[in-house]
């Protein structure tokens, strides 16, 4: 069975017949079902998708007719079933091109930042291909209000980085009418007009790349009061100073390392180099891989202040830092402010580096050492690329005695970061996990607590405005309340109530009062904070994860392991064993201890709504094909 989303909602058998669906509301909930990829869609969610804020009396009776009508018309390979509080699809074997483009412009976006831009073009236009028009055409108002944005989102990301990867390989003429097309259809994306630029450059149409920055920088000013930011900002000054010849893809997050890599001395391929004098250190790259700031960076100054004095200090101790939290904390924002304050004590380059792919699963140490040494010159021979202590070898004499910062995100344990340590302590490693690391210190480790209601609020404030907030501030104090003090959820109902002027605060904040929808709607683009905190229990093993299912149904208050182990019908060591085990992973919290002196356990809001909708799926995604 093939179920396409990405333009009209349609259902075809294996051999190409279409099958018949009448009418846009049985399309409707055959897609959310299908988008909720293989979770309860509720009645109260299905309801709106349908209907709105203005349901019939006979709602419940409807969508049920509705259901038995796709039963009957997709037939017994496809299992519609009722489980409280709504209904979920389960298809397996089933082709959904929606999925197939996830797939595809996740593949095309790694192939991408690790530079092989012929094959990430290939992926990412078979991903585009796969659109046939408008995403859910044929469903309801309601439904297309609430899920095409993500979609289309998805759709121009995948595009501009396809784009990138055409410019990448000289294909600066072809793409030129496109991008011209492109900016006038979307006249505030940032990173098209910048690739509009280089293209118009590299065409030796310099005057007409400068007049394309000076008019989006108009049309920013006039449409939402901002100046450019770092991408088109870098690339006009690029296009002054002559900067944007080929291997320069200006505004892309793979540009900090595409200068020209120092030659290997003859007879040397993929060696460590001996210590460079002056003139060699003068030709090689300077790493520059720190990402765009992560807008308007609010609060965590205590943080942020310790983070600078610590990255600064010269003592000739080993600086190795480590910021944890759970998933959603800002963890990783407040790394990249600190490293870019600190950038200047480090000037032999500040190195970037993600330690999880896009779904959450650990690299291989030897994967990120091939990166980082491509980063600093020094690209490594094939027959490296899976000899981890060559690589090892390699990286830390390359690294011995430079002043280099390194960044390394979202790590995994002790045995995945040993191996990317530089030699020699004038380098600086700043690490981001959500467990702490054996080989990091108490005193060199910065705990990311949540941020309470007043931060909550500047936070939001600075993401739509103080005035509105401040126009109906009992439904801002709820949207902050509903977002459990995690700046992720923060950050995503800023940036749908920012994309929505229209929008009174309150209608968001109704539509995040459900706690059966919540984490459905604290989504914006690809940016799920679902998703974000499924990552973690991906992780867990059956011990924890059974913990964590069994004790979502209590109440928020905190609880001890004694309780836990009567809810879970487990010895009570088995119980602390792995409620320690998430405390680490940032799934629970310790909320001090109890009048006999045994810890209590706290839930976060968010991750104790996670638990009770948790599927197979969700934990362990190998096991449902």
Known sequence: MDFRLLGPIEAKRGGGATIPLSGSKVHTVLAALLLSEGRVVSDARLSALLWGWDPPATASAQIYTYMSRLRKHLGPEIEIVRRQPGYVLRAPGAWIDLTEFDRLDRLGREALADRRFDEAGTLLRDAL????????ANATEQMIEAELPRLEE???????????????????????????????EHPVRERLRAQLMTALYRCGRQADALHTYYEGRAVLADQLGVDPGEALGSTYQAVLGGG?????????????????????????????????GPAVAAQRAVPAMLPAPYGEFT????????????????????????????AGAGKTALAVRAAQDCAAHFPDGQLFVELCHPDGTPKEPAEVLVRLLRALGEPPAAAAFGDLEELVRLYRTRTSGSRLLLVLDGAVGDRQVAPLLPGG????????????????????????????EEEGLELLASLVGRGRLDADPDAADDLVAYCAGLPLALHVTGARLAARPHWPVARLAARLADPATRLAELSYGDVSVREALVHSVRRLEE???????????????????????LVLGTAEEEAEAALDTLVDRALLELSGLDSQGRPLYRWNDLVRLLAASLTTRDAFPSAVR
């Open 244 to 276: 944007l010849g080929l291997g320069a893809s200006a505004g892309s997050p793979a540009a900090a390392a595409d200068a020209p890599q120092e030659p290997a001395a003859p007879g040397r391929t993929g060696s460590a180099a001996p210590a460079a």
């Open 154 to 184: 998805a759709r121009m990301i995948a595009l501009e980085s396809r784009i990138e990867a055409d410019l990448a390989v000289g294909r600066h003429e072809q793409v030129t009418a496109e991008l011209t097309g492109l900016v006038a």
């Open 299 to 326: 609060g965590r100054r205590t943080e942020l202040a310790s983070l600078r004095a610590r990255l600064s200090r010269e003592d000739g101790r080993p600086r190795r830092l480590l910021i944890t939290g759970m």
């Open 543 to 565: 011990a924890e994860l059974a913990a964590l299912t069994g004790l979502a149904d209590g109440d928020a208050e905190p609880f001890c392991a004694q309780y836990a182990a």
């Open 425 to 452: 302590p004038e380098s600086a490693v700043l690490i981001t996990s959500q467990e702490r690391l054996a080989r990091v210190a108490g005193a060199d480790t910065t705990a990311l607590a949540l941020v309470d």
């Open 129 to 136: 291909d796969l659109w046939r028009g408008t995403a859910l």
